[in-house]
């Protein structure tokens, strides 16, 4: 972590992300809201120089095995974030069998939804990752489940 901040304070940093999501948990007979990383591992930089980057985080020891440094764009997951790196928890009903989200980042972007969790409230999403695609797990509190009878 030490060299994440190192990196972090440079003038040839721009911005380093770790991407967050808000999910409910149930402990204690109560509700609470926690932030659990979207893409543990990977931390994303946007800085003027690639080279910079790759030659100061030799020799990071033991955290160069466990994290990924992601120069990039700035990526999709950005877009579900209002503000800064944390992905909202995101709310919805599910109608015949598919999911209508009412509010929250995934509004809108159901087509990402690959997974549905309702026991966790939380779901899969397939984006766009490093020329691929890559499953993420974000929040999402389905509070309805319609069912349309047949003949109605």
């Known amino acids: 972590m030490k060299k994440c901040l190192e990196i972090a304070a440079s003038e040839e940093m721009e911005e380093i992300v770790c ?14 809201m926690e932030r659990r990383m979207a893409l543990p591992g990977c931390v994303f930089l946007a800085g003027s120089n690639v080279m910079f980057l790759n030659k ?3 020799g990071a020891g033991e955290i160069e095995q466990d994290i ?7 990526p999709y997951l950005k877009e579900l974030c209002r503000n800064g790196i944390l992905i909202e928890i995101s709310r ?11 509010s929250g980042p995934l509004k809108g972007r ?8 309702r026991h ?8 766009p990752f490093a020329g691929d695609k ?4 974000v929040g999402l ?12």
């Open 19 to 32: 991407f967050q999501y808000q999910r409910m948990m149930r402990y204690g007979g109560k509700w609470h």
């Open 56 to 58: 100061n985080w030799q």
């Open 68 to 74: 990924s440094l992601i120069p990039c764009e700035p």
């Open 92 to 102: 919805g009903v599910i109608r015949n069998g598919t999911p209508v989200i009412t």
């Open 110 to 117: 159901e087509r990402l939804i690959r997974r549905i969790d």
């Open 120 to 127: 966790k409230r939380t779901a899969e999403i397939e984006i």
């Open 134 to 137: 890559r499953r993420v797990t």
């Open 141 to 152: 509190e389905i509070y309805e489940k319609e069912i349309q009878m047949s003949g109605e």
